[in-house]
């Protein structure tokens, strides 16, 4: 009888003790993400606050007394063209640094040739040159190339291949990296048949590779739409203006109406969002493998 009275005395004591400790667990992970979620929070309440109510009330009070959509439908036309020209920039230099990041990596993963590994750690210094390191060369061979000078757009062409370029390097390591778990045997045996190297990577590693192509397209996609340093040195024409710097002008603009400021800043971030949300559980399969 007393082993019994020991026994639930001890459960007792360890339910007990869990408890706290999930309590306090899930306090803590609450008070993180109140912390984390507090400026996205009081952005959204400011941004539909009359400026009155931005004045006389905090950032975290709703806007219940003084609610309006305005600041959206300002922000929306304002960023309205500069969003067209981040599309047109941003879908071609995603999708052509992807496909020329893994056929560059098949010729460095499964095609024998000298001077591979010097052409792959060339490849790999590229990745860690920060943004900063590039810009004035950067200028100076556009104004040199000076496609601008041909089309009025010509300075959006630029800005996306200068993307493309910035973004082979790191596509071709990551398409690189999974390449190599790609059965050897598999691409020998198409060999054996007399399939040529276009033709085993348009039908055997291109199909292969669409679980990576989810990866690098959501990645250069995401930071080639936040970029601002290239698209600041590099469009000097307003109708070319991408979102970023458009934005950017938009604060400068409207210094005063911080409503419509963050609202600009939620539509500026919302593509990037919806494709995290769209492509999210694509995006986690393939950096697992």
């Not at 869990?18 to 309590?23: D, E, F, I, T």
Request: proline share 4%.
């Amino acid at each position: 009888m007393a082993t019994e009275t020991s026994d639930e005395s001890g459960l007792t004591g360890t339910v007990s003790d869990l408890s706290l400790n999930r309590v306090a667990l899930y306090g803590a992970l609450l008070a993180f993400v109140g912390l984390y979620l507090s400026p996205l929070y009081s952005g959204l309440t400011t941004s539909f606050k009359t400026q009155e109510a931005f004045t006389r009330t905090s950032p975290l009070q709703p806007p219940l007394g003084g609610f309006t959509i305005d600041p959206w439908v300002t922000a929306g036309s304002e960023l309205a063209f500069s969003m067209v020209n981040s599309f047109a920039m941003v879908i071609p230099a995603a999708v052509l640094s992807a496909l020329l990041g893994s056929l560059t990596a098949y010729g460095l993963t499964k095609v024998e040739w000298r001077g591979q590994a010097l052409l792959l750690a060339l490849f790999l210094a590229a990745v860690f040159i920060p943004y900063q390191a590039v810009l004035v060369p950067l200028r100076q061979f556009w104004s040199i190339v000076d496609i601008s000078s041909l089309h009025e757009r010509g300075e959006l062409v630029e800005l996306t291949i200068t993307h493309i370029a910035y973004g082979i390097p790191i596509c071709t390591i990551l398409f690189r990296s999974y390449y190599q778990t790609l059965d050897d045997e598999l691409i020998e045996a198409a060999r054996l048949d007399g399939a040529s190297l276009a033709r085993i990577y348009r039908k055997i590693v291109l199909p292969l590779s669409l679980p990576m192509f989810a990866v690098t397209l959501i990645y250069q996609f995401t930071q080639v739409w936040n970029d601002f340093l290239f698209a600041l040195v590099l469009l000097s024409n307003r109708a070319n203006y991408v979102v970023t710097l458009e934005l950017n002008a938009l604060q400068g603009s409207m210094a005063t109406d911080y409503g419509v400021q963050m609202a600009g800043a939620f539509i500026a971030a919302l593509p990037t969002i919806l494709v995290y949300i769209m492509f999210g559980e694509q995006f986690a399969k393939g950096q697992t493998l």
